[in-house]
């Protein structure tokens, strides 16, 4: 069974002092796959990565790599390699020396350890880099470099710890691309982490989304976006409208939910919970999930008809950014702020601040979550 | 003030002749001790009597060149002894203290960074007799006590090295540790990810990152052994290094056989010193002292 | 965060202080040596200032040392006569070396600022001895500056410069000179010339600029500068032997004289035990009164 998978991880759990910085984590990953754990600063997944290298011993539960325990085996032998958040590109010596690095450690003779390094060289399209000095390269070249340095060591699973995070925004967009590519072409398992939502969703086949040391979610970017299953994967994957409310009554599934500022939405159950009447709840509506026109009505306010819930409101900004041009819309009795995305066809362009707009959008495109607000997390502050 | 206020020329100049007679002021005896090095004279002084080598190579009494003269010749070679001595073990005993202070963390660590800052701020003097009595007790103690009769915690060599390496050592401590501070941790777990043992990691990565600093803290400590006079002073035995037969000498009167030692004295410290510099320019670390 | 530093400082006050095995060998040299080489022989040096020598290896407890050093006006004036010449040498080297670092670190800029600022240091990788037999070159009375008085007809015969206390003055500054410059310069470096730029537009002098953004901001490099030259000169043997007169005696020739001359190691290391209490307190009221610890001076 363990064939399949090359990274299994049990029950794993890291705590310092009182602190569990890892909390009960499981998770298998398929051979081949590239694997995101996605995350806010602090939720533990460096903490995660680092017991996969081995730089930290768990303090409960277990490692699996290609069916082998790696309790008790120091990183040095471990088959997994890592690029580095600041790739640590060894200063004192050329792109060469960095690659054949690893393999001198192995005792390789000379000539298949060159070999090795100009292939692997050519790989990622660097192949005259050899001789150069690391501080000669540009940044994207040098992320080359880490991954080069990691692959000619033919690893099981190789840890990406935020390498694009140092990068500027173009080229990280570009490396985004690059880096799915290479994957792809050579067939080892990736474990990426990182705190950009985008990075995990564009180049990850499974991503894992982590918050105080738990997994809240693991599925394709799709299933995060689309479906999430908790209020901090729907809050925290991709941009949403929030709010906060209680349940009123229910018909059928959906639930209408007052909210604490005034006025009604209706929507459904995010996950598999069955609310009640009664419950506290966070909605969540995408800004795409919501259709405007314009509207010369007096009617404002929140209303639900045909399955639909509207509001009407006054436009306060425009946030032009091109395709992903948004409006924010404030609702004058309620006081809700509701930001909407402009439609790329450009059926709005002309829209202007202080206009009255109608919004609208299904039932079943508000997700609402049962609170979990109170329960053991504000307690340690 | 700053060049890009207005001010009056006449302040300017002023300043300018003021920063000129500072660096005549520096440079005024080291240049004269060259210079009278080549007198024809026998006493490093006016008048000026044209110039000779005879002070680095005459062979015949009083003229004695300074590479024919036996005692100083010798001298040269103490000190030359006791400075690769001192700086061998001032340098390994720095990086691991700096190891020590910047990787590990155990009780009363502030406590041991304090002393070890201490000699520093210990007159040379000082140090050097409480050196002179501390061994002097132990070998008078062994001769007591056992019979045995330790030569080599009387004035002589060995003690004149502990007591250089005594605050030598705080100089290597300082300046290996700021270097190893610099350095990003992650390299070495980037080694030990590739395979490397510990061991590995620290001969192939570590190391190679603090050898500027291990060069240039050694050339500092080889300068300032060779140079040492207070402590020295007070722990000499019969064999004497350079500065203390130097400074017999002066108190004797000299010839410019004198100025020859120190012309090449400058010669080889300025260039060391040099040395010490461009081996510390690391393209590698942006400097930011 | 917070919560993972509470914690891990909650962990330390309850598990027993171990030191590792390697931690405990890297520490072995370093107590060695400090045990060995510093603490030790200055312990020793107290306890040798306080006996008294009764016969061939006989010793007995006394102050005798101390009451013979507060008792004879040689001794005592020496010793206020060596801290006063070494606050006076402290503040000439400041007056002197302030607007040596300011020209340094603020006026001059790229090759030619490094150039001057090695030219600073060159001097002092030369032995003092070196140094000290120059200025004996340049100042007796057969020397240069004595030869150029008399040639050009301001003095009528030699003049003897050696062996004054202005003399002395001249030569405890230069051997000192580094130790405020080097310091200087690098906290002026860090003033921001647009703090000054700003005074200036807000309408403030050359003198009031000084006054209110230079030397406030300057006040840790003199205070390191200050404490260091004053320790050196205190501490200072080549300098008063070589260039003081017969009668300038410097308290580390009084130490030398009982520990080599009289063979008096007794009294010797009450009078080192006195200089090295008298440095430390000095350096101990400078460091609070400048509001610096001994690790930022090394920095």
Same mark, same amino acid.
């Given at each position: @069974?363990?064939?399949? %998978?090359?990274?299994?991880?049990?029950?794993?759990?890291?705590?310092?002092?009182?602190?569990?910085?890892?909390?009960?984590?499981?998770?298998?990953?398929?051979?081949?796959?590239?694997?995101?754990?996605?995350?806010?600063?602090?939720?533990?997944?460096?903490?995660?990565?680092?017991?996969?290298?081995?730089?930290?011993?768990?303090?409960?539960?277990?490692?699996?790599?290609?069916?082998?325990? @790696?309790?008790?085996?120091?990183?040095?032998?471990?088959?997994?390699?890592?690029?580095?958040?600041?790739?640590?590109?060894?200063?004192? @010596?050329?792109?060469?020396?960095?690659?054949?690095?690893?393999?001198?450690?192995?005792?390789?003779?000379?000539?298949?350890?060159?070999?090795?390094?100009? #292939?692997?060289?050519?790989?990622?399209?660097?192949?005259?880099?050899?001789?150069?000095?690391?501080?000669?390269?540009?940044?994207?070249?040098?992320?080359?470099?880490?991954?080069?340095?990691?692959?000619?060591?033919?690893?099981?699973?190789?840890?990406?710890?935020?390498?694009?995070?140092?990068?500027?925004?173009?080229?990280?967009?570009? @490396?985004?691309?690059?880096?799915?590519?290479?994957?792809?072409?050579?067939?080892?398992?990736?474990?990426?982490?990182?705190?950009?939502?985008?990075?995990?969703?564009?180049?990850?086949?499974?991503?894992?989304?982590?918050?105080?040391?738990?997994?809240?979610?693991?599925?394709?970017?799709? #299933?995060?976006?689309?479906?999430?299953?908790?209020?901090?994967?729907?809050?925290?994957?991709?941009?949403?409208?929030?709010?906060?409310?209680?349940? #009123?009554?229910?018909?059928?599934?959906?639930? %209408?939910?007052?909210?604490?500022?005034?006025?009604?939405?209706?929507?459904?159950?995010?996950?598999?919970?069955?609310?009640?009447?009664?419950?506290?709840?966070?909605?969540?509506?995408?800004?795409?999930?919501?259709?405007?026109?314009?509207?010369?009505?007096?009617?404002?306010?929140?209303?639900?008809? #045909?399955?639909?819930?509207?509001?009407?409101?006054?436009?306060?900004?425009?946030?032009?950014?091109?395709?992903?041009?948004?409006?924010?819309?404030?609702?004058?009795?309620?006081?809700?702020?509701?930001?909407?995305?402009?439609?790329?066809?450009?059926?709005?362009?002309?829209?202007?601040?202080?206009?009255?707009?109608?919004?609208?959008?299904?039932?079943?495109?508000?997700?609402?979550?049962?609170?979990?607000?109170?329960?053991?997390?504000?307690?340690?502050? | 003030m700053i060049p890009s206020l207005p001010q009056s020329k006449f302040s300017t100049r002023l300043y300018a002749a003021y920063i000129?007679?500072f660096?005549?002021?520096?440079?005024?005896?080291?240049? +004269?001790?060259?210079?009278?090095?080549?007198?024809?004279?026998?006493?490093?002084?006016?008048?000026?009597?044209?110039?000779?080598?005879?002070?680095?190579?005459? *062979?015949?009494?009083?003229?004695?060149?300074?590479?024919?003269? &036996?005692?100083?010749?010798?001298?040269?070679?103490?000190?030359?002894?006791?400075?690769?001595?001192?700086?061998?073990?001032?340098?390994?005993?720095?990086?691991?203290?700096?190891?020590?202070?910047?990787?590990?963390?155990?009780?009363?660590?502030? +406590?041991?960074?304090?002393?070890?800052?201490?000699?520093?701020?210990?007159?040379?003097?000082?140090?050097?007799?409480?050196?002179?009595?501390?061994?002097?007790?132990?070998?008078?103690? +062994?001769?007591?006590?056992?019979?045995?009769?330790?030569?080599?915690?009387?004035?002589?060599?060995?003690?004149?090295?502990?007591?250089?390496?005594?605050?030598?050592?705080?100089? *290597?401590?300082?300046?290996?540790?700021?270097?190893?501070?610099?350095?990003?941790?992650?390299?070495?777990?980037?080694?030990?990810?590739? &395979?490397?043992?510990?061991?590995?990691?620290?001969?192939?990565?570590?190391?190679?990152?603090?050898?500027?600093?291990?060069?240039?803290?050694?050339?500092?400590?080889?300068?300032?052994?060779?140079?040492?006079?207070? *402590?020295?002073?007070?722990? +000499?035995?019969?064999?004497?290094?350079? *500065?203390?037969?130097?400074?017999?000498?002066?108190?004797?009167?000299?010839?410019?056989?004198?100025?020859?030692?120190?012309?090449?004295?400058?010669?080889?410290? &300025?260039?060391?010193?040099?040395?010490?510099?461009?081996?510390?320019?690391?393209?590698?670390?942006?400097?930011?002292? | 965060?917070?919560?993972?530093?509470?914690?891990?400082?909650?962990?330390?006050?309850?598990?027993?202080?171990?030191?590792?095995?390697?931690?405990?060998?890297?520490?072995?040299?370093?107590?060695?040596?400090?045990?060995?080489?510093?603490?030790?022989?200055?312990?020793?040096?107290?306890?040798?200032?306080?006996?008294?020598?009764?016969?061939?290896?006989?010793?007995?407890?006394?102050?005798?040392?101390?009451?013979?050093?507060?008792?004879?006006?040689?001794?005592?004036?020496?010793?206020?006569?060596?801290?006063?010449?070494?606050i006076v040498a402290t503040a000439i080297t400041l007056i002197v070396g302030f607007p040596v670092s300011y020209y340094i670190a603020k006026v001059i800029?790229?090759?030619?600022?490094?150039?001057?600022?090695?030219?600073?240091?060159?001097?002092?990788?030369?032995?003092?001895?070196?140094?000290?037999?120059?200025?004996?070159?340049?100042?007796?009375?057969?020397?240069?500056?004595?030869?150029?008085?008399?040639?050009?007809?301001?003095?009528?015969?030699?003049?003897?410069?050696?062996?004054?206390?202005?003399?002395?003055?001249?030569?405890?500054v230069?051997?000192?000179m580094?130790f405020m410059v080097v310091p200087l310069v690098s906290v002026l470096d860090t003033l921001d010339d647009s703090l000054i730029e700003a005074g200036y537009d807000l309408g403030g002098s050359t003198y009031s600029i000084l006054r209110e953004i230079v030397i406030p901001h300057a006040m840790p490099g003199i205070a390191s500068g200050c404490i260091v030259v004053f320790?050196?000169?205190?501490?200072?043997?080549?300098?008063?032997?070589?260039?003081?007169?017969?009668?300038?005696?410097?308290?580390?020739?009084?130490?030398?004289?009982?520990?080599?001359?009289?063979?008096?190691?007794?009294?010797?290391?009450?009078?080192?035990?006195?200089?090295?209490?008298?440095?430390?307190?000095?350096?101990?009221v400078g460091l609070k009164l400048s509001r610096q610890?001994?690790?930022d001076t090394?920095?």
């Open positions: @069974m363990s064939n399949q %998978l090359d990274l299994e991880c049990r029950q794993l759990v890291k705590s310092f002092g009182k602190f569990t910085a890892v909390d009960n984590v499981s998770l298998e990953i398929p051979k081949g796959s590239f694997f995101s754990i996605l995350g806010p600063s602090g939720c533990g997944k460096t903490t995660l990565l680092r017991m996969l290298a081995g730089f930290i011993e768990p303090s409960a539960g277990d490692i699996v790599i290609k069916g082998q325990s @790696m309790l008790g085996v120091p990183p040095n032998k471990r088959p997994v390699n890592m690029v580095f958040q600041h790739l640590a590109l060894f200063p004192m @010596m050329n792109v060469a020396e960095n690659i054949a690095y690893g393999l001198k450690r192995r005792k390789l003779p000379q000539a298949e350890i060159d070999k090795k390094v100009a #292939d692997v060289l050519e790989r990622v399209s660097l192949p005259d880099a050899g001789p150069k000095d690391v501080t000669q390269l540009s940044g994207g070249q040098r992320q080359r470099i880490a991954i080069a340095r990691s692959l000619v060591l033919e690893p099981a699973v190789l840890l990406l710890d935020e390498p694009l995070g140092a990068l500027d925004l173009k080229l990280r967009e570009h @490396m985004k691309v690059e880096l799915k590519q290479l994957q792809h072409e050579v067939g080892t398992t990736f474990v990426y982490i990182t705190h950009d939502q985008s990075e995990a969703l564009v180049m990850s086949d499974n991503v894992a989304v982590m918050n105080e040391g738990r997994f809240e979610q693991v599925g394709s970017p799709q #299933d995060l976006y689309y479906n999430p299953q908790t209020a901090f994967v729907a809050g925290f994957v991709g941009d949403s409208n929030r709010w906060s409310g209680r349940v #009123d009554s229910l018909d059928n599934g959906k639930a %209408l939910v007052s909210l604490d500022d005034g006025g009604a939405i209706a929507g459904i159950s995010g996950n598999d919970r069955v609310l009640n009447v009664g419950d506290r709840v966070e909605l969540f509506v995408r800004p795409e999930a919501i259709t405007i026109e314009r509207d010369s009505s007096a009617q404002t306010g929140t209303h639900i008809e #045909d399955g639909q819930n509207t509001l009407s409101g006054i436009v306060e900004n425009l946030l032009f950014d091109g395709a992903n041009s948004r409006a924010q819309v404030r609702d004058q009795q309620t006081g809700h702020q509701v930001t909407v995305s402009l439609p790329q066809t450009g059926a709005f362009s002309d829209l202007k601040s202080g206009e009255q707009i109608r919004l609208s959008w299904g039932v079943d495109k508000a997700r609402a979550y049962v609170s979990q607000a109170g329960v053991g997390k504000e307690q340690a502050a | 000129t007679l660096f005549i002021y520096l440079a005024a005896p080291l240049v +004269v001790v060259g210079v009278f090095a080549f007198n024809d004279s026998l006493f490093p002084s006016m008048p000026w009597n044209g110039v000779t080598f005879d002070w680095f190579i005459g *062979t015949e009494e009083p003229r004695i060149g300074v590479f024919n003269d &036996g005692q100083l010749l010798e001298s040269i070679g103490y000190s030359g002894f006791i400075a690769v001595c001192v700086t061998l073990l001032s340098v390994f005993v720095g990086t691991c203290n700096a190891f020590l202070f910047e990787r590990h963390n155990f009780p009363g660590k502030n +406590v041991l960074y304090i002393f070890a800052l201490m000699p520093l701020v210990i007159p040379g003097v000082i140090l050097g007799i409480s050196i002179l009595i501390f061994t002097n007790s132990i070998a008078n103690g +062994v001769e007591d006590s056992f019979g045995l009769d330790l030569d080599f915690l009387r004035p002589g060599l060995f003690i004149v090295i502990m007591g250089q390496f005594a605050f030598v050592t705080t100089i *290597t401590t300082l300046v290996i540790s700021a270097r190893l501070r610099k350095f990003d941790t992650s390299l070495e777990e980037a080694a030990l990810n590739l &395979g490397a043992t510990k061991w590995e990691a620290m001969k192939t990565i570590t190391l190679p990152f603090l050898k500027p600093a291990m060069i240039g803290a050694g050339i500092v400590c080889f300068l300032m052994s060779f140079e040492n006079f207070n *402590t020295t002073l007070m722990l +000499v035995g019969s064999d004497s290094p350079l *500065t203390i037969t130097m400074f017999d000498r002066l108190k004797q009167g000299s010839t410019p056989a004198l100025n020859a030692v120190s012309l090449m004295l400058m010669v080889v410290s &300025g260039a060391l010193a040099l040395v010490s510099v461009f081996v510390q320019r690391d393209k590698n670390v942006p400097d930011n002292e | 965060m917070s919560t993972l530093q509470m914690t891990s400082g909650t962990e330390k006050s309850t598990t027993i202080p171990m030191i590792k095995l390697g931690t405990f060998l890297l520490m072995l040299p370093l107590l060695l040596w400090l045990f060995l080489l510093i603490i030790l022989p200055h312990l020793d040096l107290l306890t040798v200032s306080l006996r008294e020598k009764l016969g061939y290896r006989e010793y007995a407890f006394s102050l005798q040392n101390y009451i013979e050093f507060f008792t004879e006006p040689l001794y005592w004036n020496t010793f206020v006569r060596t801290a006063v010449m070494s800029k790229g090759k030619k600022r490094n150039l001057l600022f090695m030219m600073c240091l060159i001097p002092f990788w030369v032995s003092e001895l070196v140094r000290t037999f120059g200025w004996m070159i340049l100042l007796r009375e057969s020397g240069v500056i004595s030869n150029f008085l008399q040639w050009t007809g301001l003095v009528d015969g030699p003049v003897e410069l050696l062996y004054t206390d202005a003399t002395l003055m001249v030569g405890l230069y051997t000192s580094l320790m050196l000169t205190l501490g200072n043997y080549l300098t008063p032997t070589l260039l003081g007169g017969k009668d300038s005696l410097w308290f580390t020739e009084q130490i030398y004289n009982q520990f080599i001359t009289r063979f008096n190691w007794e009294s010797g290391s009450a009078f080192g035990f006195l200089l090295l209490f008298l440095s430390s307190v000095i350096v101990f610890t001994l690790a090394v920095k």
